[in-house]
């Protein structure tokens, strides 16, 4: 099984905007990444994200390029509770992709990768995403990418 875990894009700051939009350059960069994925030749089955806006502009960004069912969960937003999504994530039967916030990320990340969700073994960045492999009960990096470097392929 893989598990794509991508943090959402740039958004406009709170004082600009309430609801917290992405950016023009956040909806980029997003887009840049979900390219790179199909490269990857990424195949998940749905794409989860959380209730917040920005969450959900990232993974309809995603979905334009992988044509799968788009779900609004509750209990993805910044501070939620990682323990319950490990089951909910294994007994899913496909790849999937889930698309979220700090430090939720990290502390999912953690716990899947180290058994506990105190550490930070992946460093996330707004719509960066790393790609997690499920290999005989144990989870594993594949991949991880971040915008930055695939600014440069534009030019």
Known sequence: MLLYLIQHGYALPKDQDAGRPLSEEGRIDVGRVARFLVHSRADFGAIWHSTKLRARETAEIVAEVFPVDLEEKGGLEPRASVGPWKEGVEHYGRDLC?????????????????????YRPVLFSPGSAICLEQSEGEWHIQFAVHPAPLRNLDS
Request: aromatic share 10%; no cysteine; net charge negative.
């Open 98 to 118: 889930i698309v979220g916030h700090l430090p939720f990320l990290e502390r999912f990340a953690s716990l899947l990768l180290l058994g506990e969700e105190g």
